[in-house]
């Protein structure tokens, strides 16, 4: 039994089917029934050995018939131990091990139950000379000895092998963690600096929502305005006569109404650009929303990887993991997407920041233009106001004097027309006085003083009536004339009210005009914008309505 458990197999040589069974071996190579620790593996099922001298006929037929047998299995496995030995096949085991016995000592002669074993007939075997079997032990020994020391070869390269993966394989885990870690450092850091950035961006887009807000209330609040001056223009072109005249009222109401339509077309300009301003900002805020929540996912891949270890319960082998999936990118255009990103962003919100304080300004400037014309206009329109005041005042001045002229007219008209009348009485009297002088006889009709008096008298009395009708009827075409003219004053003067009271109608219109909503202060708070976050800040509001 010792020298069996010393005998162990080595590699390469004979051909086996199975960890236990082996029949005819080559050069003399024994297969054991052990382990390797030299342990059997079921001593309880070996039989004892008995020794005997059997003829050599029997031992001849017991090895001619054990020396057949094979392992029920055909197939050749590396495993030492075969599955068919744990299955309770006691007495193939026991035919094995007799057989491996009969191989391993030639010399000795086994006693198998008795009579069957003495039965065996003896027959003559083969015989070696000293010098094989010397040989045959020097070949052993030198066989052991070299397998031993390539065992010991393979072990110590299998134990440097070991180390040497075990720490490759250490410094590796620890190298890549460390790149995780470092990753996670970096991918944690553009996720601040893109939420940061995105932070910005909403709080510009509420701005400048409220500022395009700011100019659109502007912008409405100039429909006033606008429509006051329009509807002054109308009504002073109710005027008739002469007091439709192109002065500086009309001139400075036409310079507003071009004032405020260039303020219209501006405030909308800067409404416009303001809109497509929040669409730019509104993509930007897209791109860094997608880019941050890349950056999310990827930082909770990276660290739940990170947490990873070999004995978590939810590693295992995939299939080639070592593949590069579509659309990788490279670190570089890895850092330089969210770089163009971020870079976008600012750029926007620059541009929004000017773009707020231009439409600031524009507003601040438009006002004080607008204002600026608002007084200027109304400067006018009282200046205008004054003068058609004193223009009737002076009418009606004219009117009063033209018509104490003329009640003087009438009374002069009626004393030449009694003095008109009274010398034609004189007339009469000395016409009458000379015609009863012309009744005389004889030499006593005489062209005496008297009658060169009368004479005269005819005459001067002829020459004054004739002036006085002259006279009467100068007086009478000049009443004529004072009565036209007043008529005509009294028409102008019609007119000039007329003109008068349209004029104080549009300073009454004018008074709808109030300060423009871009300039109060205390405008009512506005709704802010929501972004695309959800959030919104009513912080920046209430700093917007303190400035």
């Given at each position: 039994m010792a020298s069996v458990r010393a005998r162990r197999s080595l590699p390469g040589d004979g051909s086996r089917s199975c960890g236990r069974c082996y029949s005819n071996a080559d050069n003399g190579g024994r297969r054991s029934f052990w382990n390797d620790d030299l342990q059997p593996q079921h001593p309880s099922i070996v039989p004892p050995l008995e020794t005997?001298?059997?003829?050599?006929?029997?031992?001849?037929?017991?090895?001619?018939?054990?020396?057949?047998?094979?392992?029920?299995?055909?197939?050749?496995?590396?495993?030492?131990?075969?599955?068919?030995?744990?299955?309770?096949?006691?007495?193939?085991?026991?035919?094995?091990?007799?057989?491996?016995?009969?191989?391993?000592?030639?010399?000795?002669?086994?006693?198998?139950?008795g009579s069957r074993m003495s039965a065996l007939s003896l027959k003559p075997s083969l015989r070696h000379s000293v010098s094989d079997w010397s040989s045959n032990n020097q070949q052993l020994s030198a066989t052991a000895q070299h397998q031993r020391h390539v065992s010991h070869e393979v072990r110590q390269e299998g134990r440097a092998l070991r180390n040497e993966t075990h720490c490759k394989t250490v410094w590796d885990e620890s190298a890549t963690s460390r790149r995780l870690g470092d990753r996670i450092w970096d991918v944690a850091r553009w996720r601040d600096v893109l939420e940061s950035c995105a932070q910005k961006v909403d709080e510009e887009m509420e701005a400048l929502t409220l500022s395009k807000e700011q100019s659109e209330q502007a912008l409405a609040a100039t429909s006033v305005p606008l429509e006051v001056t329009n509807e002054c223009l109308t009504l002073r072109e109710g005027r008739r006569g002469y007091e439709l005249v192109g002065d500086a009222v009309e001139e400075q109401l036409k310079k507003e109404v071009e004032l405020i339509e260039g303020v219209q077309q501006r405030l909308q300009r800067g409404v416009h650009q303001a809109f497509e301003q929040l669409c730019l900002l509104q993509e930007a805020r897209h791109q860094l929303t997608a880019d941050l929540q890349n950056k999310m996912e990827a930082l909770n891949i990276d660290m739940s990887c990170l947490s990873l270890t070999t004995t978590s319960p939810n590693i295992s082998l995939k299939t080639n993991p070592t593949r590069i999936p579509s659309g990788s990118s490279t670190p570089q255009e890895w850092v330089q997407f969210s770089q163009r990103n971020?870079?976008?962003?600012?750029?926007?919100?620059?541009?929004?920041?000017?773009?707020?304080?231009?439409?600031?300004?524009?507003?601040?400037?438009?006002?004080?233009?607008?204002?600026?014309?608002?007084?200027?206009?109304e400067f006018a329109l009282r200046k205008r106001t004054h003068q058609e005041q004193r223009a009737r005042d002076e009418l009606q001045w004219q009117m009063k004097n033209t018509q104490d002229e003329m009640a003087e007219m009438e009374s002069d008209i009626r004393g030449l027309d009694a003095d008109l009348q009274a010398k034609t009485a004189s007339l009469k009297l000395a016409h009458t006085r000379l015609e009863a002088r012309t009744q005389r006889c004889g030499v006593d009709l005489c062209r005496d003083q008297v009658q060169h008096g009368l004479v005269a008298e005819v005459q001067q009395l002829e020459a004054t009536?004739?002036?006085?009708?002259?006279?009467?009827?100068e007086a009478q075409h000049s009443l004529q004339k004072l009565k036209l003219h007043h008529s005509r004053m009294q028409q102008d003067l019609s007119r000039k009210q007329e003109a008068l009271?349209?004029?104080?109608?549009?300073?009454h219109t004018r008074t709808r005009i109030a300060s423009p909503s871009w300039s109060d202060r205390t405008a009512p708070p506005l709704v802010p914008l929501m972004n695309s976050s959800g959030r919104s800040d009513l912080q920046l509001l209430a700093r917007s309505l303190t400035y």
């Open positions: 005997s001298k059997p003829s050599q006929s029997g031992l001849s037929g017991f090895i001619s018939r054990t020396s057949t047998m094979s392992c029920p299995s055909d197939v050749l496995i590396p495993d030492p131990l075969h599955p068919r030995h744990y299955q309770g096949e006691y007495h193939h085991l026991h035919l094995c091990y007799l057989q491996l016995c009969l191989l391993s000592l030639p010399t000795r002669f086994f006693h198998l139950g971020v870079a976008r962003a600012h750029e926007a919100v620059h541009v929004s920041q000017q773009m707020r304080e231009e439409l600031s300004l524009s507003r601040a400037q438009l006002h004080n233009e607008l204002e600026a014309q608002l007084r200027a206009t009536i004739q002036d006085l009708k002259q006279k009467l009827s009271t349209l004029e104080q109608r549009s300073i």
